[in-house]
């Protein structure tokens, strides 16, 4: 009787480690999947608060230029004070490389803002979506990596959605305008990005978008003294939720949500910009797109979505 009492507990005692490591396996898989599905929706977020700034465009009757510094120095601002009070700030290595990023920063904004106002946020939206072709294009040549023929490839097939968009091939025309200043804000993009990518090895991506936000309002300073007018209240709370919202919040979103999910997830879940930005556009704007337009920037878009799935595939070696 004690052998068969003594038989018994030891199979208890066998079983119930068991049942431990069964319940802390389902539930790490368990908090493993609302991590991720955490990350999905602040990346989905982020890059609807993305969509949401090209709307600002239109809403703010200011130059390119004024918007930018006001976008910028308090987005700077706001990211600055959120690394302090998480304790997450670290000192770059590198700082002369921002008095070259900085302005490149800025002028990216300008020229997307520039677009924007010259056409329509779909034409806005869509060309600057270009950037990750140009990205493919422009890093073998900083880095001197293998080109690949399929960029060559996407770049004619974007070239063709351009081509589709453009409504007349004279530069009289403002919509021509607003094009090429677009196609100007994903290049500057793509090389911001380019160059992002390396010094990430050396600082965190929240220090890099703070000190770059920072020096492109110091960029635009002095023209910002020169034509200084102060925003009227209107004005002013609408820069503030572009800047808090859609600059500060978005990135933090986008970075936190990057730790949870591939590269690869990240960069298709970006070319959902413009779609958000247009349908937005759409529902707060009424503005609506024309068929070639909603061609041409669809077929940009999946060429995009092509690139960056293949690039991001290859670096994250799936």
């Not at 609302?34 to 009757?61: C, D, E, T």
């Not at 937005?280 to 960056?308: D, H, K, M, Q």
């Amino acid at each position: 009787m004690l052998l068969k009492n003594q038989a018994g507990k030891s199979k208890t005692n066998i079983i119930f480690p068991l049942e431990i490591d069964k319940s802390l396996f389902i539930l790490k898989h368990m908090l493993k999947k609302n991590k991720y599905r955490r990350a999905l929706v602040q990346s989905h977020i982020a890059v609807i608060f993305f969509g949401i700034a090209g709307l600002f465009g239109k809403w703010l009757h200011l130059p390119p230029e004024i918007i930018v510094f006001w976008r910028t120095a308090v987005a700077a601002t706001a990211l600055f004070f959120i690394l302090k009070l998480r304790g997450n700030w670290i000192k770059p290595k590198k700082l002369s490389i921002y008095f070259f990023l900085g302005p490149l920063l800025a002028l990216h904004w300008i020229a997307f803002f520039k677009s924007i106002q010259l056409s329509t946020v779909a034409i806005g939206l869509i060309t600057f979506s270009t950037f990750p072709v140009f990205v493919a294009i422009l890093e073998p040549l900083f880095f001197k990596t293998k080109s690949h023929w399929y960029d060559i490839l996407a770049a004619v097939i974007v070239l063709g959605g351009v081509s589709l968009i453009v409504p007349a091939w004279t530069l009289n025309h403002h919509y021509m305008t607003g094009i090429i200043w677009g196609i100007g804000s994903g290049l500057t993009f793509a090389i911001l990005t380019i160059i992002n990518r390396r010094m990430l090895q050396d600082s965190p991506a929240s220090t890099i978008t703070t000190l770059q936000n920072a020096f492109a309002a110091l960029t635009l300073l002095p023209t910002t003294l020169y034509h200084f007018k102060l925003p009227t209240i209107s004005e002013g709370l609408l820069l503030i939720i572009l800047a808090i919202f859609c600059t500060a919040l978005a990135h933090w979103l986008y970075i936190q949500a990057m730790r949870s999910i591939s590269a690869r997830l990240a960069s298709l879940i970006c070319t959902m910009e413009p779609v958000y930005g247009i349908i937005l556009a759409f529902l707060l704007l009424n503005e609506i797109p024309n068929f070639r337009t909603i061609l041409g920037g669809l077929i940009i878009v999946v060429t995009v979505a092509c690139v960056s799935n293949n690039h991001s595939s290859q670096s994250t070696g799936h």
